[in-house]
Nanobody, 126 residues
Framework: QVQPVESGGGLVQAGGSLRLSCAAS????????MGWFRQAPGKEREIVAA????????YYTGSVKGRFTISRDNAKNEVYLQMNSLKPEDTAVYYC???????????????????WGQGTQVTVSS
């Protein structure tokens, strides 16, 4: 079992950058594919980016490609989301999630993840 805890959210102007971190407890962190999701007010939770166990495979939703980068450090039990060129439409609560599976790869559906953090607010002002 793993418990994700996000940090690094905040208020930033459009065009700025933020780096989200997710620390996950557990000795087997490197067996969990991870994902970053976000949920804006009145909208459904959506995938932002996902990363495989080793970090060799990544996925990005179209609206963040070229601006966001997901990475992980299995030695530190952490996963990161570097967000550059932020836009007001990136404003949301960002969640880190872990999937327990014996399969490799990346996962993009919220229902595929069993463990969730509490979320961190990202607000981008225009």
């Amino acid at each position: 079992q793993v418990q994700p805890v996000e940090s690094g959210g905040g208020l930033v102007q459009a065009g700025g950058s933020l780096r989200l971190s997710c620390a996950a407890s557990g000795r087997t962190f490197d067996t969990y594919p991870m994902g970053w999701f976000r949920q804006a007010p009145g909208k459904e939770r959506e995938i932002v980016a996902a990363i495989s166990r080793s970090g060799g495979d990544t996925y990005y939703t179209g609206s963040v490609k070229g601006r966001f980068t997901i990475s992980r450090d299995n030695a530190k039990n952490e996963v990161y989301l570097q967000m550059n060129s932020l836009k007001p439409e990136d404003t949301a609560v960002y969640y880190c999630a872990a999937r327990e599976t014996f399969l490799s790869g990346t996962y993009v559906r919220a229902r595929e993840y069993q463990y969730w953090g509490q979320g961190t607010q990202v607000t981008v002002s225009s």
